[in-house]
Structures are given as structure tokens and as C-alpha cells.
């Protein structure tokens, strides 16, 4: 039992380590050439790619701030974009437990644990599914089955509707965890709020139009490099490799979501170094510039003074839920 245990541990690392031995292999590469890719982006594909990075962080700060709003916590519009931002710094050490530390960052505006705790699960729940239903776009795409699709469409759209009904938080009450069962009820009793009437659309707007820009990264990417495709096609591609770099439970999903995209380009026609090239430098400049990015405003929160209601503390019990207007 031990030994099948540390086998399913290890096995993630084990494919994608196959899968490298396969892209490295059985699919040698001009590795001249991918460098030369990424040494000499013009300035164009540079301002593209940053201009994709302020359109997706600004998206998401706008959700952030949507979601904040709707339990009436008034937090300076600046401040809370420094706070979301952090957390993508946190995440760096701590990983999606780093994200989930803004709440901490919030207490002294009014903010619950169980609020905070909901809005970072409706902000990461949101991103799986529309990340998710663009994924499944792009099996249609990619393998032409769109019953395939549309199944897994359908999927993505069950699980969420679950995981908001007060079935799953019944469930989550029930588990034998003492204190800890009870505020994971609250915390998805929050992100339920959340993810109804018009704060769901607002998001869904704009958690859609996050995932869009992201791929279109990957679209400039191939398009100054030489190997134009569809921007359809390149939203679907990033979406894929999203959740094959998941799937490999390495951080970042490093290696993994960069081999994937490859692939899917070189079926598409897309010669292999042009394709591993855009996908590192799709994925990576927008990536690394919002990581780099939460850890300078780590310091700016380090180095700004809280307001005057966190002089006495937070209150030992929270209240309940909000609900969302």
C-alpha cells in the first residue's frame, strides 16, 4: 500500500518527465533557432505581450474588486489591487495557500474569514471553468469531435453548479473535521453568494475576457514569429496546455503546459521550434511580469500603514456571511 502510494505521488513528475524525453528525443530540435526566437522579439511583440499582461491583471483586479464589494467591504480601489496582486507574489512561496492570504490583508477593512476564503474560491473556480470551457473548445478544434466538446462543456458546467448547491456544503459540514468543517461551509456558503445574480455575470465577463487576452498572448507570439494561426486556435491551445501544466502538479506547471502547446501547434502545421518558442514566450513574459509584480507589491504592503481599525485588531469571532445585493 506504501509503495503504490509513493508511486501515484511520483507518477505526475514520471509522464511529464516522459513526455520532455519525447519532445527531446523523438522530436529533436533546432535549439539554435528557438533561441533565436526568443533573443530577437522586436519591440512590437514586447508591447503586445505587456499590453496582454495589463489587460489580464486589470481584469482580475476588477473581479477581485467586484467580489469584495458585493459583502460591502470598502477598500481604496488602490489598495485592494495591491492586495490581490500580493497574492501572486505569496504564491510564489507559499503556492495557491499564498493566494489565500489576501483575506488577511482585508480584516482590518471588515472583511470576514468566511468572505475572504469565498472570494478567493469563486476567483479560483472561475478561472477553471471558463479556462476549462475553452479547453473544450479546443478539443473540437484539435480532434474534431465535437460531441467530445460539448460533453465536456457540460461537465465543467455540472461541477460548478454543484459546488455552489447547498448539497456540497452540506457534505462539507458533515466531514469530521471539528471547527475546520465549519468554516469551509461558511467559506463556500460565501463563494455561493458570490456566484449568483449579477455578481456571477460581472465576473463571467470579465473572468472571459482575462482567458481571452492570455491566449492571445500566445496568438502575437506565433504571428511575429512567423507562423500566423487563428486567434480561436491559439486561445484553445493556451487553455489545453493551462491544464496539462495542471495535471503535472509541478509549480507553474512549468515544462508540462510549454510541451503541451507545442504539441497541439505541430498538428496544426506549426514547425516545432517556432511552436515551443512562442509557447515559452506566450506563457512566460505575461506570467512572469504578474509574478514579479505581486512581489513588488508585497513590499508596498509591508511598507503602507493599515487603517485605523486594525489598530485594536480583528475581532476574535467572525460574523457570518454577508449577502451579496
Known amino acids: 500500500m506504501v509503495k503504490m502510494h509513493r508511486l501515484l505521488r511520483w507518477l505526475p513528475l514520471l509522464l511529464l518527465g516522459g513526455l520532455l524525453v519525447y519532445v527531446v528525443v523523438a522530436q529533436p530540435f533546432d535549439w539554435h533557432a528557438v533561441l533565436d526566437h526568443i533573443l530577437h522579439m522586436s519591440p512590437l511583440l514586447w508591447a503586445q505581450l505587456l499590453g496582454v499582461f495589463l489587460v489580464c491583471y486589470a481584469a482580475r483586479v476588477w473581479r477581485w474588486v467586484v467580489f469584495t464589494r458585493a459583502f460591502g467591504v470598502d477598500v481604496p480601489l488602490w489598495r485592494n489591487a495591491v492586495i490581490y496582486m500580493s497574492g501572486f507574489g505569496l504564491g510564489l512561496m507559499l503556492h495557491k495557500a499564498g493566494e489565500a492570504m489576501r483575506v488577511l490583508y482585508l480584516r482590518p477593512y471588515g472583511m470576514s474569514y468566511a468572505n475572504g476564503v469565498g472570494a478567493f474560491l469563486a476567483d479560483r473556480l472561475l478561472d477553471i471553468l471558463i479556462a476549462g470551457i475553452l479547453a473544450c473548445s479546443g478539443i473540437a478544434l484539435f480532434t474534431g469531435h465535437a460531441d467530445w466538446a460539448l460533453a465536456a462543456t457540460a461537465a465543467c458546467l455540472v461541477a460548478m453548479w454543484v459546488l455552489r448547491s447547498s448539497l456540497a456544503r452540506e457534505f462539507v459540514r458533515r466531514l469530521p473535521l471539528g471547527r475546520l468543517s465549519a468554516y469551509a461551509h461558511e467559506g463556500m456558503h460565501a463563494m455561493s453568494v458570490l456566484l449568483s445574480g449579477g455578481t456571477l455575470w460581472r465576473a463571467v465577463a470579465l473572468s472571459v ?78 506570467q512572469w511580469a504578474g509574478l514579479l509584480t505581486g512581489l513588488a507589491c508585497m513590499t508596498v504592503l509591508g511598507s503602507t500603514a493599515e487603517p485605523p481599525a486594525a489598530v485594536n485588531g480583528p475581532a476574535e469571532v467572525d460574523p457570518p456571511p454577508v449577502e451579496a445585493s
Open 209 to 286: 475576457g482575462t482567458w481571452c487576452a492570455q491566449g492571445s498572448a500566445l496568438y502575437f507570439a506565433l504571428k511575429a514569429m512567423g507562423a500566423p494561426v487563428d486567434l480561436h486556435l491559439a486561445i484553445a491551445a493556451y487553455s489545453i496546455g493551462l491544464f496539462a501544466g495542471a495535471a503535472a502538479i509541478v509549480p507553474g506547471g512549468l515544462g508540462a503546459a510549454e510541451a503541451a502547446i507545442m504539441l497541439l501547434l505541430v498538428s496544426k502545421g506549426v514547425d516545432k521550434e517556432t511552436a515551443l518558442a512562442a509557447a515559452i514566450v506566450g506563457r512566460g513574459v505575461p
